[in-house]
């Protein structure tokens, strides 16, 4: 009898694993239910809160299903080009203003190209071959030993007609940089390339700051970019666009027509009127 009684008996070690058993139920249970809330709570209105919440730690490309394919259309491919190539007066409302270039003289392409003569009596170089031409510039700035340095190149064919106007800026010495940069400037007004007053102002202000840039202006397609294989040297890159107007048949499509932007307007043609002659007093 004493040994069943004692059999009976609850130690301490027994009692505390009946607790930690019955914390568990418990826990167990709070967790259900928590997790049951939790769902709810994200759940509805079509999951809204859970997108939210995904959305806020930026997970929503592993936790939330990707957006549906918008639907294809089949069109004619339109080819705009990106605003951020245009100068942001042609982009205003009065888009259809008048262009007003700089007035410039009627000089041959190398009576043009000694322009660039610099202040040292530094002389371009002006060769033909051919219906085209190229002209060559090259000056150096300071003492460095890197010096700074300019060098232009412009090609054209007949009749004195520019291709492209090339300038390559090397600012090797920065006690040069203004100079070289001011000069780079001088000699696009030198050669005299017509442009607006607001391309004039627009491309001194990105070269002044050694701001790249690739922009559509009115009779240009201009790019200034920094060379990737060293940044000391910059490339300035005018390529003029041909523009052309004439009546009667559909003029063809050029051999670059993908790539060449085309805009379409009505144009009227008048006939010319023969001068009056001026009659004989009787």
């Given at each position: 009898?004493?040994e069943?009684?004692?059999?009976?008996?609850?130690?301490p070690?027994?009692?505390?694993?009946?607790?930690?058993?019955?914390?568990?139920?418990?826990?167990?249970?709070?967790?259900?239910?928590?997790a049951?809330?939790?769902?709810?709570?994200?759940?509805?209105?079509?999951?809204?809160?859970?997108?939210?919440?995904?959305?806020?730690?930026?997970?929503?490309?592993?936790?939330?299903?990707?957006p549906?394919?918008?639907?294809?259309?089949?069109?004619?491919?339109?080819?705009?080009?990106?605003?951020?190539?245009?100068?942001?007066?042609?982009?205003?409302?009065?888009?259809?203003r008048?262009?007003?270039?700089?007035?410039?003289?009627?000089?041959?392409?190398?009576?043009?190209?000694?322009?660039?003569?610099?202040?040292?009596?530094?002389?371009?170089?002006?060769?033909?071959?051919?219906?085209?031409?190229?002209?060559?510039?090259?000056?150096?700035?300071?003492?460095?030993?890197?010096?700074?340095?300019m060098?232009?190149?412009?090609?054209?064919?007949?009749?004195d007609?520019?291709?492209?106007?090339?300038?390559?800026?090397?600012?090797?010495?920065?006690?040069?940089?203004?100079?070289?940069?001011?000069?780079?400037?001088?000699?696009?007004?030198?050669?005299?390339?017509?442009?607006?007053?607001?391309?004039?102002?627009?491309?001194?202000?990105?070269?002044?700051?050694r701001?790249?840039?690739?922009?559509?202006?009115?009779?240009?397609?201009?790019?200034?970019?920094?060379?990737?294989?060293?940044?000391?040297?910059?490339?300035?890159?005018?390529?003029?666009?041909?523009?052309?107007?004439?009546?009667?048949?559909r003029?063809?499509?050029?051999?670059?027509?993908?790539?060449?932007?085309?805009?379409?307007?009505?144009?009227?043609?008048?006939?010319?009127?023969?001068?009056s002659?001026?009659?004989?007093?009787?």
């Open positions: 009898m004493p069943e009684g004692k059999a009976d008996r609850l130690t070690a027994d009692r505390r694993r009946g607790q930690r058993s019955a914390v568990l139920v418990f826990g167990f249970f709070l967790a259900v239910v928590l049951a809330l939790v769902t709810i709570v994200l759940t509805v209105n079509n999951g809204r809160n859970y997108k939210r919440l995904v959305r806020q730690f930026a997970l929503e490309q592993y936790l939330l299903p990707a549906p394919a918008p639907p294809l259309r089949i069109d004619r491919h339109r080819s705009l080009p990106p605003a951020e190539h245009y100068p942001p007066w042609l982009l205003k409302a009065g888009l259809e008048m262009a007003v270039f700089e007035k410039t003289e009627v000089l041959s392409a190398d009576e043009r190209c000694d322009l660039l003569r610099d202040d040292r009596g530094t002389a371009p170089t002006f060769t033909r071959s051919g219906h085209d031409w190229e002209c060559l510039f090259f000056e150096e700035f300071g003492n460095a030993p890197e010096p700074a340095a060098f232009i190149q412009v090609r054209g064919t007949e009749p007609m520019v291709t492209s106007f090339r300038i390559k800026v090397s600012l090797t010495d920065l006690t040069m940089e203004l100079a070289v940069l001011s000069e780079a400037i001088r000699a696009t007004e030198r050669f005299g390339l017509p442009m607006t007053p607001e391309t004039r102002s627009y491309l001194i202000e990105k070269l002044a700051g701001t790249e840039f690739s922009s559509i202006v009115e009779n240009y397609r201009m790019t200034f970019s920094r060379e990737i294989t060293d940044a000391r040297r910059y490339n300035l890159l005018i390529l003029p666009r041909r523009q052309t107007a004439g009546c009667g048949e003029p063809s499509a050029p051999p670059d027509r993908w790539a060449t932007p085309t805009y379409r307007m009505p144009v009227g043609c008048l006939a010319l009127r023969s001068l002659q001026p009659q004989s007093a009787s």
